[in-house]
């Protein structure tokens, strides 16, 4: 393809991304009561209420909620569009590793978001929410709270797509298990650097709780690599005998 056949290419899985992602969120408008009541539950006990300050801030965490609801619900769509970019450089039999990538890059962002809500946000609040506790009375407002949680839930499912990644890279030639475990100590320090930027806060807590699931990730990651690199040789065909 020539440059300018690259850029249309671009501009149309640009704009299917875009209807995709603005479906999503109009579907998610309609279910946003429920869907701050689900994301108001992890507080639950430990803030009796939350404020605004502003005429403008519930309009505001209404829409960081449908924002954050419709990239989850479209994330196989963008997904999907980011391969179809890709696979033009790729040859035939890579282009058949498509369905996999978006399958189980879907999958592993909605486990890292599961992750975020059921294990590090409670987790992070109560260490939070119990500095001063007796002396100090939180009063959090709704835009604060689920700033906190939206960015948490969304950067800890993207985290998450590190083994779809580098199966993907494997299977393509462009990484291989070898290399992986050589950089493992940097990779190490990368991973927890990333994960005190993305983390909201800066208690050790939740510091170790995001960099833990990485660190397996990677270990994980390491695992498909290999996987990835010796499955072409057990699947080609054995040479007819003379």
Known sequence: MTLAEHLEELRRRLGISLVALVAAIG???TQVDHLLVWLRRPAEGLLPAFAYFSPTEPLIAYLKVTCLAGVILAMPVLLAQVW???????T???????????????????AGAAFAYVVLLPMSLRVLLG???????????????????????????????????????????????????????????????????????????????????????????IGLARVAATAPARLRPTPPRR
């Open 84 to 90: 179809g970019f890709v696979r033009s450089g790729l």
């Open 131 to 221: 500095i001063g506790r007796g002396t100090l009375e939180p009063v959090i407002s709704i835009d604060t709270y689920l700033s906190f949680v939206t960015s948490l839930v969304f950067w800890c499912g993207i985290l998450f797509e590190l083994p779809a990644v580098v199966w993907l890279l494997a299977k393509v030639g462009v990484v291989t298990p070898a290399w992986l475990r050589q950089s493992r100590p940097y990779a190490i320090l990368v991973m927890v650097i990333i994960a005190a930027l993305v983390t909201p806060t800066t208690d050790p807590v939740s510091l170790l709780l995001m960099s833990a699931p990485l660190l397996v990730l990677y270990e994980l990651s």
């Open 92 to 110: 035939q039999r890579e282009r058949s590793y498509g369905l996999a990538f978006v399958g189980w890059g879907s999958a592993l962002f909605a």
């Open 27 to 29: 579907m998610s408008a």
